[in-house]
């Protein structure tokens, strides 16, 4: 059958791609449906036509999915964000286990691998502790500030998120504010003019420490002052206004460069028991609660003893490997972004923690060097970004020949991928736990442990 643009259908949606749009089959064609869930019957119109697949709208609901709910934010439908806040917190925790039990069977190829229960957040609202907003303008050249539109760059502006806390929502009203009074022009970032990019906001759970800085194509704004002022006025617990300086014109969030415009130089939280301090640069996780779950699962798997060498690759703040530094001989840290290693340090002298060391720079090309080096680490944790890791440190990792290898991963089918070449090297996996740190959007993480020369799969 010729499928084409317009045409009409009805389809059963029986899965969800990894971005959270619903998935159903015409005859000859995979067909994707935002908004859907699966179990739905839909009526659909055919958007875009590919060889093999295709994009459509739902025109009718036809007999509603036993996994819908009503949506809980009004601007579900347009924000790119959340994917999943019309489908029951039960329902979204088995599609994510579901997406990474199929990249681990049909990417990495081990069937038998034992994936244990998700762990699932206690909230779906309020838990993300940052944020990174982009400005942009609407049709009457107002300020839209809020989250892009899926696979966009559109700018759908939203009052209030409900995957942040209030301080966030009072931060972008402040923001908001100052901007209509005295702000520089709106940053657009196809002519690369303008000076406001984005709104930054991060917060410390535990402490209540929050961070607004402003990312701009600038030095300096004209009206620093009446900017911290704003924040001051409404924003509870603010610790820092700092600005960010991003001339690029790059598709990345932040420049390299921050200036402090009030207050602390950076933030602190509390975490496993520690306490982290947090440059706006450095990387730390995004749900707090959910971390130490996650934290909690890598260091059951990292089995210390207190005699080990751990090395914590991609380790920025350094969060992982001192959260378990207590029970290892000594840790070493590899991260690429000078702030976060700097942070890493301050952490270990803050906590007492005498065990641990870190290095600046690339993890596959430090790797390499301990290895050739002699350095021969009985633990080692990856915790790379979504991209994964490269074949050659997979090969150096099995090279150091550690007894345990700790993957923590924010991309199934990168983690499926890598664990395959693992595999092959003598590192199969031998259980796997999915850990829901962003309920509500379609990310998922996963922590595999793999053991040198045990067979599964
Ligand atoms: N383990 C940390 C951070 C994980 S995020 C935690 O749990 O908080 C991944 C980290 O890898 C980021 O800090 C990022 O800056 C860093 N990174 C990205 N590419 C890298 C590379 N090639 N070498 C070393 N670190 C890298």
Not at 69 to 95: K, M, N, S, V
Not at 233 to 250: C, F, I, Y
Not at 269 to 283: A, I, V
Not at 326 to 340: D, H, M, S, Y
């Amino acid at each position: 059958m010729e499928w084409k643009k317009n045409q009409e259908a009805q389809v059963e949606i029986t899965g969800v791609t990894a971005q959270g749009a619903g998935v159903g089959r015409l005859e000859g064609l995979a067909v994707f449906v935002p908004l859907t869930a699966p179990g739905d019957v839909v009526r659909i119109k055919l958007l875009k036509v590919a060889k093999n697949y295709a994009w459509a709208k739902v025109t009718e609901l036809l007999a509603p999915s036993p996994l819908r709910q009503e949506p809980d934010c009004p601007q579900f439908a347009q924000c790119g964000g959340c994917c999943y806040r019309h489908i029951t917190y039960q329902g979204e925790l088995e599609l994510k286990a579901q997406r990474v039990r199929d990249a681990l069977v049909r990417i990495g190829g081990f069937p038998q691998l034992p994936l244990a229960p998700i762990l699932g957040a206690e909230s779906r609202s309020g838990y993300r502790n940052k944020a990174l907003l982009p400005l942009g303008r609407g049709k009457d050249g107002q300020l839209t500030l809020g989250f892009y539109a899926v696979n966009s760059h559109r700018v759908v502006d939203c009052p209030r998120c409900l995957l942040q806390p209030k301080e966030f929502d009072l931060a972008m009203e402040a923001f908001r504010r100052w901007a209509a009074q005295y702000g520089d022009p709106i940053y657009d970032e196809t002519s690369h003019t303008g000076v406001l990019r984005r709104l930054y906001l991060r917060k410390g759970f535990r402490t209540g420490e929050v961070l607004a800085c402003v990312v701009a194509n600038a030095p300096r704004l004209r009206h620093e002052k009446e900017l911290v002022e704003a924040f001051r006025e409404q924003v509870p617990g603010l610790a820092s206004v700092v600005l960010n300086v991003h001339r690029d014109k790059t598709n990345v969030a932040l420049g390299k460069e921050c200036r402090t415009l009030w207050g602390k130089d950076a933030i602190e939280d509390q975490l496993c028991g520690l306490t982290f301090r947090l440059s706006p640069l450095s990387f730390y996780q995004v749900n707090r609660d959910q971390a130490e779950r996650l934290y909690e699962k890598a260091a059951e798997y990292a089995a210390l003893t207190g005699a080990e060498f751990l090395l914590d690759l991609y380790c920025g703040t350094g969060t992982i490997g001192l959260s378990m530094a207590n029970r290892a001989k000594k840790l070493l840290g590899v991260e690429v972004i000078p702030q976060a290693v700097e942070n890493a340090r301050e952490n270990a002298r803050a906590n007492g923690i005498s065990n641990a060391s870190f290095l600046c720079g690339d993890a596959a090309q430090a790797a390499a060097e301990l290895e050739a080096r002699g350095e021969r680490p009985q633990v080692v944790i990856l915790d790379p970004p979504r991209k994964g890791c490269s074949p050659e440190l997979v090969r150096t990792v099995a090279a150091m020949a550690p007894q345990r290898v700790v993957y923590v991963s924010c991309d199934p089918a990168t983690l499926a991928r890598d664990l395959k070449l693992f595999a092959q090297l003598g590192y199969p996996p031998v259980e796997a736990t999915p850990v829901d740190m962003f309920p509500g959007t379609a990310h998922v993480e996963t922590v595999c442990l793999l053991k040198r020369g045990e067979h599964h799969g």
